[in-house]
């Protein structure tokens, strides 16, 4: 990355999420603290690249079905910098006429963001806006005031490997806010890192990690799998409910072992 191109409030003190799982993934938005922590999470737990991959392939899969199931908006909460196979990019191919919203509180991922939909997107579908997820109401109000998505139609809300850098048990109320404001017919995607199920040197390289994260300026809640699964209240889960990512509608499930990351897609009922 050019180290001229430094947006405002970037912190390049500490690593941050967005950008470690952005060289996770082998993109270049990421400066050497990032790599350097990377690299020591590599050492620690040496399946971290191959878990980004799995949860960013479980991100377009169930993109791509939500679309499939005629839900063509998008609002991505916590979206990270972008990367191949952006939310906007694999909706428009379900559908050309597909809206997504970016949300995300790091400086980075929200100046890359703005720089690919200036040049690759259509700001009558497409916007992105910086701000904190844990303030339900204001992204809603802040998402839909851009004129990108229509409120008259459902919703496909996505926080796909973010919540596990928002620590507090009040974060159970603000998802619960907005399930409330999703329309009849949304969907809620969710993926979020568990040590539920892991055991053996899988677990103890997981412990590691959270300690790892400590030193970052985004330190890490790895919940257990009840409390995930709680965060979809009284969705309807789709088949096959809360699993591995690179579980998640698999041709061959057993293909990708890792347990640590989980996933899932719901559907709101109509009242």
């Not at 459902?154 to 399930?179: K, N, Q, S, W």
């Amino acid at each position: 990355m050019d180290p001229e191109f430094v947006p405002e409030g970037v912190d390049l003190e500490r690593p941050n999420a967005a950008r470690i799982y952005d060289w996770a993934l082998g993109g270049n938005a990421n400066w050497a603290v990032d790599r350097e922590f990377g690299e020591q999470m590599v050492k620690t737990f040496p399946l971290v690249r191959t878990g980004a991959r799995a949860n960013r392939a479980f991100l377009g899969r169930a993109v791509r079905y939500c679309a499939e199931n005629g839900v063509t908006q998008f609002l991505d909460l916590g979206s990270g910098v972008p990367t191949v196979g952006n939310v906007h990019e694999i909706a428009d191919d379900v559908d050309p006429d597909s809206r997504c919203v970016y949300v995300d509180n790091e400086p980075v991922a929200v100046a890359h963001a703005k720089i690919l939909l200036e040049k690759h997107g259509d700001p009558r579908r497409h916007a992105v806006i910086a701000g904190d997820l844990r303030d339900a109401d204001d992204i809603w109000e802040r998402a839909f005031g851009t004129g990108v998505l229509d409120p008259a139609k459902p919703v496909a809300l996505l926080t796909v490997a973010v919540l596990h850098f928002v620590p507090g048990p009040e974060l159970a109320g603000t998802i619960a806010r907005y399930r409330g404001l999703l329309p009849a017919g949304s969907f809620y995607v969710l993926s979020h890192v568990t040590m539920s199920g892991v055991e053996g040197d899988e677990l103890e390289q997981i412990q590691r990690v959270v300690k790892q994260y400590e030193q970052s300026s985004t330190p890490a809640a790895f919940r257990d799998r009840e409390e995930i699964l709680s965060f979809f209240g009284d969705l309807e889960l789709v088949e096959p409910g809360l699993v591995p990512v690179g579980a998640w509608r698999l041709d061959d499930p057993r293909s990708f072992a890792l347990d640590c990351g989980i996933g899932g897609v719901a559907r709101k009922p109509a009242p």
